[in-house]
C-alpha cells in the first residue's frame, strides 16, 4: 500500500470574482521510502497539491489516507531562513536541545557544501548557499518524509547536479520518502522512482521508472524515449 493516497482530490480558488480550479479529481498513491516527483509547467497546480498533502492548505473534496505516522519536513522555493540566525544557528533552529549533535550538524552542512561558512548571516550568503542552508536545515530536523517545492531552482548548474546526487544518496541511506516538485522534466527522469504528471489540475499520466536512480544516464534510449512521452503528454 502507498504511504499515502488521495481519492479525489479537489481544490478550487475564487480571484477576482472568479473560480479557478486549481486540481480537479487527484487520485494518487504515493509510496514509502522512495522518490515521488510531481512534474508540470507554471500554474498546474503541482505546488498546490503538495501543501495539500503536507497540510498546510485543505482541500475543497476528497480524502487522503496515510498508513504510517510521518516526521515531516520542508523545502520551499524560498530558502525562509532567520536574518538574525548565522548558518550554523539556521540549521540547528527547531531541534531540541539533546538533538543537537555537533558532529551531525557539521556533517550535514559539509554535505551541501556549506563547509567555512558556519558564521555567516543569510545576508552574506549567496541566493544558492541561502537555500543549501534551508536544505541543511530540513536535513538536521531527521525526517522521514521531505516534501521539496522546487528546491534546486536557484542554484547554479554544477551545485544543482551536486544537490541531486545527494538527495539520490540521502533516500537511499535513510530510507526517507520524497515528495519532489519540479517543471524539469531532466529532473524529473534524474530523480524520481515514479513521475506524476500533472497539466490543467489533472494528473495526465504516471510513470516508474525501472532502473536504479543512483547513476541514471538521459542519454540512453529508454530516457529518451521517456522524455518524448512525458513532452507529448504537455503538449509542448
Not at 126 to 149: C, E, H, K, V, W
Amino acid at each position: 500500500m502507498a504511504g499515502i493516497e488521495l481519492k479525489n482530490i479537489q481544490k478550487k480558488y475564487s480571484v477576482e470574482n472568479r473560480v479557478i480550479n486549481v486540481l480537479n479529481g487527484i487520485n494518487l498513491q504515493i509510496p514509502r521510502e522512495s522518490i515521488t516527483v510531481i512534474l508540470g509547467r507554471s500554474g498546474c497546480g503541482k505546488t498546490t497539491l503538495l501543501r495539500i498533502v503536507g497540510g498546510l492548505e485543505d482541500a475543497d473534496a476528497g480524502e487522503m489516507e496515510c498508513d504510517v505516522e510521518h516526521k515531516t519536513t520542508f523545502v520551499f522555493q524560498e530558502s525562509r531562513l532567520m536574518p538574525w540566525l548565522n548558518v550554523w544557528d539556521n540549521v540547528k533552529f527547531g531541534l531540541k536541545k539533546q538533538e543537537c549533535d555537533k558532529m551531525v550538524i557539521q556533517s550535514i552542512i559539509d554535505t551541501v557544501g556549506l563547509h567555512g561558512f558556519e558564521k555567516a548571516y543569510p545576508n552574506q550568503l549567496s541566493g544558492g548557499m541561502q537555500q543549501r542552508t534551508a536544505i541543511a536545515r530540513a536535513l538536521a530536523y531527521n525526517p522521514s518524509f521531505i516534501m521539496m517545492d522546487e528546491p534546486f531552482a536557484a542554484l547554479d548548474y554544477f551545485t544543482r547536479e551536486q544537490m541531486q546526487k545527494e538527495l539520490i544518496r540521502l533516500q537511499r541511506d535513510r530510507g526517507v520518502s520524497i515528495l519532489f516538485v519540479t517543471h524539469s522534466i531532466d529532473e524529473a527522469l534524474l530523480l524520481g522512482h515514479k513521475i506524476v504528471v500533472i497539466e490543467g489540475g489533472q494528473i495526465k499520466a504516471e510513470f516508474m521508472l525501472k532502473a536504479d536512480n543512483k547513476e541514471r544516464n538521459l542519454l540512453e534510449p529508454e530516457f529518451i524515449e521517456l522524455k518524448k512521452n512525458i513532452i507529448e503528454r504537455l503538449d509542448l
